[in-house]
């Protein structure tokens, strides 16, 4: 049993395990604004009407389970509302939701997150590659199901590693629309007869983006609607701590069991790549006042075609043109900018070393004061 004190919270956050009860009364009773995103894969509400069969009439084995049953759309809408509210008070200032649902549920979702004051930054097509085709052929088949990713509120800082999503989507920007398969073969988990442990398994791939893309290693994933726990077995491999709830003992005992078998990725594997926005700014400036460069000495383009030297103010002098290391890069090129980090070089030992380094120096400086 892992337990952890949240910032600012009295009661202690009981870590990477899976809680039994119904989800509003256990969000209820956790620690506020202890939470760094929640992905909650709710009730679909699929409003089925008597068995569905196949043409050589068997028995589809669809979403007919207790659980999945309301009255009516205003009882949907009221439990709709009060878990989403519960949620939005775990959330820390910064945190973030994504809800997953079908054409029957997913609109009155994102109308009731608006309600809450929830910020919507992408709604996103998981297209499914292998889905179950349409038996009775009166309606199209249905091919997707639909994500909705919002901020606790429109001013939150949310997590988003765009370029570990772009290096997962061979360097190009991650679209809104998903092709991953359904969850079959080994990943689908069985029960005691062979039977599908869970109707809505949701495969690993679609977690593994999600918590790659808008989580850190360390951060807190709650998953209200844990069922076999695909949440909790992504969050562990990926270095994430996980909250779980659920009401169903069978779904509890299978998901405990199937995280028991994973295994966490070493630190190194968890390293994703990162933007050079989210690196702290170093000036110029402080290369020429710490001493890493002095004022006067000569700094080189690539290819030696040009030369430059180093005033004391953190500016350059090259020719006919004066101003930052990519000003003066630039208006030697004849190009619109220039990245001077990378454009200018200075020598050692005979050999041309990028200024770059320099700066690199000092950002690890950086990151070793911020972790002492």
Not at 10 to 35: F, K, T
Not at 69 to 96: C, H, V
Not at 301 to 328: E, M, P, Y
Not at 331 to 355: M, Q
Request: net charge positive; glycine share 8%; charged share 25%.
């Amino acid at each position: 049993m892992t337990m952890t004190k949240a910032k600012g919270a009295q009661a202690a956050l009981p870590l990477n395990q899976i809680l039994a009860g119904d989800c509003i009364e256990v969000m209820r009773s956790l620690p506020e604004a202890s939470v760094d995103l929640i992905f909650a894969d709710p009730p679909y509400n699929l409003q089925l009407r008597g068995d569905l069969h196949r043409p050589d009439n068997s028995k589809v084995d669809a979403v007919d389970d207790h659980w999945d049953q309301f009255d009516s759309f205003k009882a949907y809408d009221s439990f709709t509302r009060e878990w989403l509210a519960a949620a939005r008070r775990l959330l820390k200032p910064n945190g973030a939701i994504w809800v997953i649902g079908s054409y029957h549920n997913v609109f009155r979702m994102g109308a009731e997150l608006q309600n809450q004051g929830y910020w919507i930054l992408n709604d996103v097509v998981w297209r499914k590659s292998n889905p179950m085709p349409n038996f009775r052929g009166k309606r199209l088949t249905n091919a997707h199901e639909t994500l909705i990713w919002a901020s606790k509120s429109e001013g939150g800082k949310y997590t988003f590693n765009y370029e570990a999503l772009k290096a997962l989507n061979e360097g190009v920007q991650m679209r809104s629309d998903w092709v991953i398969p359904l969850c079959t073969g080994g990943e689908r988990l069985k029960d005691e007869h062979g039977d599908k442990a869970h109707p809505t398994q949701k495969p690993e791939a679609l977690l593994h983006r999600v918590l790659v893309g808008t989580t850190n290693p360390g951060d807190v994933v709650l998953d209200p609607f844990f069922g076999t726990g695909t949440t909790g077995a992504v969050a562990k491999m990926l270095g994430r701590d996980f909250i779980g709830i659920e009401r169903e003992a069978a779904y509890r005992e299978a998901a405990e069991k199937r995280i028991a078998k994973i295994r966490k990725f070493d630190k190194e594997s968890l390293e994703t790549a990162t933007s050079k926005r989210a690196e702290p700014r170093v000036p110029f400036g402080q290369v020429v006042e710490r001493g890493m460069l002095r004022p006067g000495e000569e700094l080189y383009s690539i290819g030696n075609r040009f030369k430059a030297k180093v005033r004391a103010d953190g500016t350059l002098i090259g020719n006919d043109v004066k101003g930052s290391i990519h000003q003066v890069g630039a208006h030697l090129e004849g190009a619109p900018s220039c990245n001077g980090w990378t454009y200018w070089h200075f020598k050692r030992d005979g050999k041309l070393v990028p200024i770059d380094l320099l700066r690199q120096q000092i950002r690890a400086e950086m990151d070793s004061t911020q972790a002492h």
